[in-house]
Each structure stands twice: as C-alpha cells, then as structure tokens.
C-alpha cells in the first residue's frame, strides 16, 4: 500500500512522472537508482536539476543559453556571424543534433515548431518575422532550412521560401532518412551527410 512508503519518495515519483515516457515503474526504479546514491550526489542531482531554471533563450536565435546573457555562444561568435549562413530549425534537439555533428559553421535561427493549421499553428504563432529581420540585417546571404520532411515541414519550408527567396539564396538539406522522421534521432554522420547534400529550393 502507497501509505506505507514514505512521502518523499511519492513526492519524488510524482515529479518523475512528469517528464516524456516515464510511467509508474519507470519512476520508481529511478528514484530508487538515486536512493543508491551518497546524500552529497543526491544534493549534487537536485541542484543541477535547479540550475536549469537560470537558463534563458538567445534573443537572436532562440536556444538556450546561460541566465544573464543575452546572446548564446554561436551567435556571440564573429566567425559564425561572417559565415553569412543561417540555419533554420525547428526546436532546440534539432539544433543539438546539427551543431554535434560539426559539419556546420554558421548561425541558427528556431522557430519554435512548423506550421499547422489543424492546431491553429500559423506564422504568427512562430519566429518566422524575427527570422526574416534577422536575415535582412546580417545580411545572411544562404539560408538552410533544416525541418523534419514531415507533411507540415514541407508546408513550412514553402512558405519560408516564399518570403525569404527573394533576399537570399533559400536551401533544404538532403535527407537520408524517411518522410515523418526527427532530426534529433538522427547519428551524426547522417546528419552530416544531409547537410552536405542540401538543395537550393525551387
């Protein structure tokens, strides 16, 4: 009976549960795998859960970066800046995923998700201005769409086509892998491939 364990680790099951495919048993063989831990590792865990809360995102690209800074490191980076190269992505997994391939030297742009017009998903509903202003004042002169080739990926990549073809050369990067995939489920060496593959978009 759950009255005769102790709250804490009902308190702590109720928390895991609410990360992505943690269930029941799942929660509780994590905690208990904690449990295993010295108390100094158990504090060591929670802080570094906490710390995550300091994170803002870049108000230039969009992912993650340190609390306090404004920008994160690849838009900080001249380097990247003078690549004039701009790859659009759609969440920060799919960001990790190119940027751990290191086949790619320039800027990101995310937009927070694709468009769909079943969720009421629209342009506004992404960074889809702020990409365009930030293509325009960089001067970007290549921009890389890196969606999934999801149905609404496509729709979107369409569209960005649409605004951007006429201020930049606008290319999709090659897929090696199925219609519906993720990015972020990609290796590294496929990852590479794709963006070495890239098209200009029609």
Do not use: W
Not at 38 to 66: M, N, Q, R, W
Not at 96 to 113: F, R
Not at 130 to 152: C, D
Request: hydrophobic residues 35%; negative net charge; aromatic residues 4%.
């Amino acid at each position: 009976m759950q009255s005769n364990i102790p709250q804490e680790i009902l308190n702590a099951k109720d928390k895991f549960k609410i990360l992505p495919g943690v269930g029941e048993r799942s929660a509780m063989r994590n905690i208990l795998k904690l449990l295993k831990l010295s108390p100094v590792e158990i504090i060591e865990f929670a802080h570094a859960i906490g710390d995550l809360t300091k994170l803002e995102s870049c108000h230039e690209c969009g992912v993650y970066c340190d609390s306090g800074n404004n920008q994160c490191g690849v838009c900080k980076n001249e380097e990247r800046k003078n690549s004039q190269a701009l790859c659009v992505v759609e969440n920060f997994n799919d960001f990790l995923a190119i940027e751990n391939s290191g086949e790619y030297k320039g800027l990101y742009h995310v937009l927070g998700g694709v468009l769909n017009p079943l969720l009421n998903i629209g342009p506004k509903d992404l960074s889809i201005e702020k990409l365009k202003q930030r293509v325009q004042e960089l001067k970007v002169q290549r921009v890389i769409l890196a969606i999934n080739p999801s149905l609404e990926g496509q729709a979107t990549c369409s569209y960005l086509k649409e605004i951007l073809g006429e201020i930049c050369q606008v290319e999709r990067i090659g897929f090696g892998m199925p219609i519906g995939g993720s990015l972020e489920f990609l290796d590294s060496q496929t990852i590479s491939t794709a963006l070495m593959n890239r098209t200009q978009m029609q």
